[in-house]
């Protein structure tokens, strides 16, 4: 892997006036100081519609794009919102996502400006182009005609065809949006990272239009759910409650859905990331009904079979293996059969294992480095945390003979780029030094999740010079 770095951050934790980041000038003002530093990779979280505690990790389909995303100024600047509706947009702070007002207005604004929209043409070419996004959006037109409710009490059949047409309104806009994006990004030499979770939410239009592929019974309902045993991030371990695929049926035709699911990933992004890689190998199944995730089983998931039918899919496409947790040497395995980088976490090297593949000394070329990741706390509030003995041991690997926190930045920086690791990934706060009250998520937390922003005057304040020396000194 050619070496280079890049910089995590969600598009809804970019600056903007509108209650969450957008696909606005914001994002090509972000793109542009990713370049002045020197970085050639934007690594992002999913971009699907979030689920109701905002997590993008669970949502309404694998196929679908975040309307919240959506820069209201360039629908302005469209003559499809009005002066007056683009200001009685405007966010109260800058410095969290407003998602409960985005609940509220956001759907009935751009319904506003989908009724000024007369391009039939393109909705009927996107809605062609992109299947399963319009069994998204029937699904979200036929969950409004159902007050809300789970797809398996449905009794009316027919959305509203104006809700319909909204909908798709919505996803072309936002494919159209980040099209323009992504374009500028690859101009100026950034590549986007995107990220795909391994699975999808029970109430989706995933289930709904393709119950054939998942573990379902006779009513629709979940066999076995998904989740995790204990772990790092939980002592109890995490029910997910996802469905769980029926790997068996999938496989009868080469996996198609994974396929046309991967293929449309690599539409957006220049690489994916692959969420929970290690569910491929073998994955933990919780009996449906029960309460704890303790109460689960491994059980041995479709492995090299699915690996070659995704890399069928994405071509030479950057595919990175999530492979953190409960890791065994199938595990290890299967990422090494796949070809796939794997990831190595710096908050996960000093937990007492001298021999950690999280240590920087022992990062392989195919590798992609992080200090944290989306799930951990921020570098600084990591190093706040540890206890004195583990500090010390971390100060004294990175050459630092301090006692001062932010004194060992510099040294953590700079071992990280020197690393061997084919790819350096820092999340924004790591590039603004902020503590564990600006952390993205924590695991098992199901409330005051993923509304981190940064504004315009923060990102003015990092060293991009800095950063730009660090990338040339190390050639990433």
């Known amino acids: 892997m050619k070496r280079a770095s890049g910089v995590l951050m969600h598009i809804s934790s970019l600056w903007g006036d509108y209650s969450e980041g957008s696909f606005g000038a914001e994002a090509r003002e972000w793109i542009d100081f990713l370049a002045d530093c020197g970085f050639r990779y934007w690594q992002v979280l999913p971009f699907c519609q979030t689920d109701a505690y905002n997590s993008p990790y669970s949502s309404f389909s694998a196929f679908s794009g975040n309307p919240f995303f959506i820069d209201l100024p360039t629908l302005h600047r469209d003559g499809l919102l009005t002066a007056a509706e683009l200001a009685s947009a405007r966010q109260d702070s800058p410095y969290a996502c407003e998602f409960d007002r985005l609940h509220r207005e956001r759907f009935l604004l751009l319904h506003k400006a989908a009724t000024r929209f007369t391009d039939e043409a393109a909705l009927d070419r996107f809605r062609l182009e992109y299947p399963y996004t319009d069994d998204f959006c029937r699904f979200m037109a036929l969950k409004e005609a159902n007050h809300g409710l789970h797809w398996t009490k449905w009794t009316v059949q027919t959305p509203d065809e104006a809700i319909l047409r909204t909908w798709r309104f919505i996803e072309y806009t936002f494919f159209t949006q980040w099209d323009s994006v992504k374009k500028y990004a690859n101009t100026r030499g950034i590549s986007i990272i995107g990220d795909i979770p391994i699975y999808v939410a029970w109430d989706s239009a995933d289930v709904w239009a393709h119950p054939d592929q998942f573990l379902l019974d006779e009513n629709h309902a979940p066999s076995c759910v998904a989740g995790v045993p204990p772990d790092y991030f939980s002592a109890e371990g995490q029910l997910w409650g996802n469905p769980i695929y029926n790997w068996d049926k999938m496989k009868t035709d080469g996996y198609r859905w994974w396929q046309d699911r991967m293929r449309f990933m690599t539409q957006l992004f220049d690489g994916v990331r692959i969420d929970h890689f290690r569910g491929l190998e073998s994955y933990w199944a919780i009996p449906a009904g029960e309460t704890s995730a303790k109460n689960g089983k491994w059980v041995k998931g479709p492995g090299m079979a699915l690996i070659r039918a995704l890399r069928e899919a994405c071509g ?45 000394h022992n990062y392989d070329n195919n590798a992609i480095a992080y200090t944290g990741t989306h799930d951990n706390n921020t570098l600084l509030g990591y190093v706040w945390e540890m206890d004195a003995a583990q500090r010390r041991q971390l100060f004294d690997y990175m050459g630092y003979g301090g006692d001062h926190i932010d004194g060992c930045y510099d040294h953590i920086l700079r071992t990280m780029f020197a690393s061997h690791a084919g790819l350096l990934i820092l999340p924004v706060q790591d590039l603004l030094l902020y503590g564990s009250d600006t952390r993205f998520n924590t695991p098992g937390k199901s409330r005051g999740n993923w509304s981190f922003r940064i504004t315009r005057q923060q990102l003015k304040k990092i060293d991009a010079a800095k950063f730009h020396r660090l990338n040339w000194l190390y050639c990433r």
């Open 316 to 360: 030479d496409k950057l595919l990175i293996a999530e492979d953190l947790g409960d890791i065994t040497p199938e595990v290890y395995q299967l990422v090494q059969d796949s070809g796939f980088p794997g990831m190595r976490v710096l908050q996960f090297a000093f937990l007492g294992d001298r021999g950690s593949p999280h240590l920087p």
